[in-house]
């Protein structure tokens, strides 16, 4: 079992920025990736960035230039910087971690763009 705790969301004006956080516990040491996706109003969960053990990412078009993901191995934490921040990319925002044969989620943080 792995548990995930997402931390981070708020409220932020456009063009501002904001890091999420998602910390893994339990059996950690099995997890081989960890992401981010995301949900808005009315539509389905999307990919926005992923992290493999050996640091090799992958992004969702409309954020690359604007968000980074990272990951510290030895706290089992991996972040989300997102800078530049866009109304359309208000949504709840989940991190999710792979292991062997199953996909963990977190519980969501929301993610607010508005002036």
């Known amino acids: 079992q792995v548990q995930l705790v997402e931390s981070g969301g708020g409220l932020v004006q456009p063009g501002g920025s904001l890091r999420l956080s998602c910390a893994a516990s339990?059996?950690?040491?099995?997890?081989?990736?960890m992401g981010w996706y995301r949900q808005a109003p009315g539509k389905q969960r999307e990919l926005v960035a992923t992290?493999?053990?050996?640091?090799?990412?992958n992004y969702a078009d409309s954020v690359k230039g604007r968000f980074t993901i990272s990951r510290d191995n030895a706290k089992n934490t991996v972040y989300l910087q997102m800078r530049s921040l866009r109304p359309e990319d208000t949504a709840v925002y989940y991190c999710n971690a792979a292991v062997p044969g199953y996909l963990y989620w977190g519980q969501g943080t929301q993610v607010t763009v508005s002036s």
């Open positions: 339990g059996s950690a040491f099995s997890i081989y990736a």
């Open positions: 992290i493999t053990n050996d640091g090799s990412t």
